[in-house]
Nanobody, 119 residues
Framework: QVQLVESGGGLVQAGGSLRLSCAAS????????MDWYRQAPGKQRELVAT???????GYADSVKGRFTISRDNGKNTVYLQMNSLKSEDTGVYYC?????????????WGQGTQVTVSS
């Protein structure tokens, strides 16, 4: 059973930083991608950052230059370093791991961690 456990959320002032962690129950290199999503109150869940098994990264325009996704293969953990936080970054942040091939591809989700940025 695939398990993803996020940690590191909390309350921070605007301009501050947080680092989120996502620990996987299996080697993260087995995932096609490891992603961070967020969902603000009343809004749809959106993709924030992604890292492929090959190490390529991608970011939503709204976080480019402020957020960095990285991984520690030995710890089976993916991180999201968030700097220069803004109030609009507030939301529940979810880690997702994409597994499988073709029509069997699916996302596995963590339980989410709350990030609140006060202005």
């Amino acid at each position: 059973q695939v398990q993803l456990v996020e940690s590191g959320g909390g309350l921070v002032q605007a301009g501050g930083s947080l680092r989120l962690s996502c620990a996987a129950s299996q080697t993260i290199l087995s995932f096609n991608t490891m992603d961070w999503y967020r969902q603000a109150p009343g809004k749809q869940r959106e993709l924030v950052a992604t890292i492929t098994s090959g190490g390529s990264t991608g970011y939503a325009d709204s976080v480019k230059g402020r957020f960095t996704i990285s991984r520690d293969n030995g710890k089976n953990t993916v991180y999201l370093q968030m700097n220069s936080l803004k109030s609009e970054d507030t939301g529940v942040y979810y880690c997702a791991g994409n597994l499988g091939l073709g029509t069997s591809r699916r996302n596995y989700w963590g339980q989410g961690t709350q990030v609140t940025v006060s202005s």
